[in-house]
């Protein structure tokens, strides 16, 4: 399940993966048994002192499933090449200590946080930091057992003993339970500055940037692994008849960066849940381990990301880039970063703040790179509200090809439905609110665009003169503007300085504290 198995000479058994329109009635009984087990799983958490809140019950939750799901991958493995050893001893595998029911209490909570996690943390790595030693060992250096109770720890290992990871129904429906479990954790983590990317907005961005088979796709800003996954789907679902040779260099295309071990284990264990058995997912900063990396060998078809803005790297990060482009912002690292991975022909959608559009002084080094490099080609402008409740900062995004530099860039501003100002926490963007960008968009060659209400195409030579501000709003909306109230218009600018404000005082702060 993990890139470096270089021991096992037999292939896996792939799972299929039953249509999502097509349930069964197996495939209900399945989910409602899962669902009732992880019901049962945040009951028994909810009742222990050392967890408080779905921060610290899915991450409990999920490094118990990363072990279970491990542990049955291995038992194929094992059915498939006799000569299969694993990485960890017999006393800490799953099926050796989480199905004795007998190990409970005291007993329990000593071997899991006096032998089992400092066993996984001290797993033997590779030089190439993507074996199985490095995967595992990388998830356990922030994994702690946070479970105060043997007993309580005890039945909830004996609820996980109810999913089989070797069944593909019981996979297909963990999926989809365990991706209903990481909206409820990114809702949380957003109240301690974590944003993350709406579905919506991440399956547009794919469907877009229009990854193929072959294509190496990048995010280094993987967060849970929603642009991994997608990707992943969008790909399976044009590929129908992909064979095992095929679905094998599909896995190893999807690769990605995360540099906080909570997301990572996240979005490790995502990708397993998605049938994918060697997560190419790295642990640490892309920012400094891509950028000492640029050779020719190291770099990909496709990004996809959403990385962090608002942000302050430390120093001895944007030392890593060449000197008019060091900075501590985050945003921008990530765009300079973005430009020197892609192969020339590469493509690239990535989110971005208002802020990257309208800076005029170190923004333009940025932005003048950027388009005498690459075909920026559109701006899309998302509506306001989308990343609600994390910020109110508007947001957009840019996509790009590397190869040539750019002539013109389209603009389409995305408008909430009729009546609403923004999008909320409780009533978010849908999916279908890009479809009539997606039928403007003009299909793979972005033919026969035309200018309407909500697109409109601005040249090179005029944002050069503009020294690249590209914050650019519709002409029939600026038309608009002058029959709106001044009180309103007037109230709709305060909110906005106070948010970027905000921002400001955060990045000081951080900027402080890195002192």
Not at 299 to 309: A, E, G, K, S
Request: hydrophobic residues 40%; contains cysteine.
């Amino acid at each position: 399940m993990l890139a470096g198995f270089d021991r096992v000479k037999a292939p896996l058994r792939r799972l299929k993966v039953p249509p999502r329109t097509k349930a069964t009635a197996k495939s209900q009984s399945t989910q409602q048994r899962l669902a009732a087990v992880i019901k049962r799983c945040r009951d028994i958490m909810r009742t222990d002192p050392g967890l408080n809140g779905d921060l610290d019950r899915l991450p409990q939750m999920a490094w118990l499933l990363f072990l279970k799901a491990y542990d049955d991958l291995e038992e194929q493995r094992e059915i498939l090449n006799a000569d299969h050893d694993s990485l960890i001893e017999d006393a800490f595998r799953w099926r050796t200590w989480a199905r004795d029911e007998k190990l409970t209490g005291d007993d329990l909570l000593a071997f899991v946080n006096d032998k089992l996690i400092p066993h996984l943390k001290a797993l033997p790595k590779s030089e190439s930091g993507l074996s199985a030693g490095d995967v595992i060992a990388g998830i356990f250096q922030g994994i702690d057992n946070r479970m105060r109770s043997g007993y309580q720890l005890r039945e909830l290992v004996s609820e996980l003993n109810k999913i089989h990871f070797d069944s593909a129904d019981d996979i297909h429906t963990m999926a989809r339970l365990y991706e209903s479990m990481l909206r409820q954790v990114r809702d949380a983590a957003g109240d301690s500055g974590e944003f993350y990317t709406p579905r919506p907005v991440i399956r547009f961005m794919v469907q877009q940037v229009d990854p193929k088979l072959g294509d190496i796709v990048l995010d280094p800003a993987a967060g849970t692994g929603g642009f991994l996954i997608e990707s992943l789907e969008y790909l399976r679902e044009r590929n129908q008849a992909i064979s095992v040779p095929q679905s094998e260099k599909l896995h190893a295309s999807l690769r990605g960066f995360e540099k906080k071990s909570l997301p990572y284990l996240l979005s490790t264990m995502n990708m397993l849940l998605h049938d994918v058995d060697s997560p190419r997912i790295s642990l640490g900063n892309s920012l400094q381990a891509l950028m000492a990396n640029r050779s020719a060998s190291a770099q990909v078809d496709i990004v996809l990301t959403n990385p962090p803005f608002g942000g302050a790297e430390s120093g001895d990060i944007s030392k890593g880039f060449p000197k008019e482009f060091q900075t501590a912002e985050t945003a921008w690292l990530f765009l300079y970063l973005v430009i020197e991975t892609l192969r020339p022909g590469g493509r690239c959608g990535i989110v971005v703040p208002n802020n990257v559009l309208v800076e005029s002084e170190i923004g333009a080094r940025f932005k003048r790179k950027l388009f005498e490099t690459c075909n920026v080609h559109t701006v899309v402008r998302l509506p306001d509200g989308v990343f609600a409740p994390y910020t109110d900062i508007p947001s957009n995004i840019i996509f790009f090809e590397k190869g040539a530099p750019t002539e013109a860039v389209w603009f389409y501003q995305i408008s909430p439905p009729l009546g609403r100002k923004k999008y909320t926490k409780t009533r978010p963007m849908q999916t279908d609110e890009f479809a009539e960008c997606s039928e403007w968009w003009g299909g793979l060659g972005r033919s026969n665009r035309t200018e309407t209400d909500n697109a409109w195409r601005v040249t090179a030579e005029e944002l050069v003169h503009s020294n690249y501000n590209l914050d650019l709003r519709s002409p029939v909306s600026l038309a608009d503007l002058a029959h709106r109230p001044h009180g309103e218009l007037l109230q709709e600018l305060i909110a906005a300085e106070e948010e970027i404000l905000s921002l400001l005082n955060g990045l000081h702060r951080a900027l402080e504290d890195g002192k």
